[in-house]
């Protein structure tokens, strides 16, 4: 499948949603801050998304502050 048809479809399917203009980075950003938020490991993500550098990875990370924070009210610090 090309490219412009990935796009073509999506932008299709984005307004039969009445959702706006998607991009196909949009599905990547999604899908890594999906899997980022089910607990998935950034090591874990990289490889799916076929990134050879981890920073490049974690660039797809937007998880909201409140995410972030229920991850920290849920570490124990002692065992």
């Known amino acids: 499948m090309q490219p ?5 479809i999506l932008q299709k399917r984005a ?4 959702i706006g203009t998607v991009k ?3 599905l990547r950003r999604t899908f890594a ?5 089910q607990g ?6 990289q490889r799916a998304m076929g990134h050879t550098s981890v920073a490049t990875t974690a660039r ?3 998880r909201s502050e409140s ?3 229920k991850v920290c009210k849920n570490l124990e610090v002692f065992g």
């Open 24 to 26: 196909p980075p949009d």
């Open 67 to 69: 995410s972030r924070e």
């Open 15 to 18: 307004e039969l949603a009445a």
């Open 4 to 8: 412009s048809s990935i796009y073509r």
């Open 40 to 45: 998935c490991e950034l090591f874990i993500l």
């Open 60 to 62: 797809y990370d937007f």
């Open 33 to 37: 801050t999906r899997m980022l938020e």
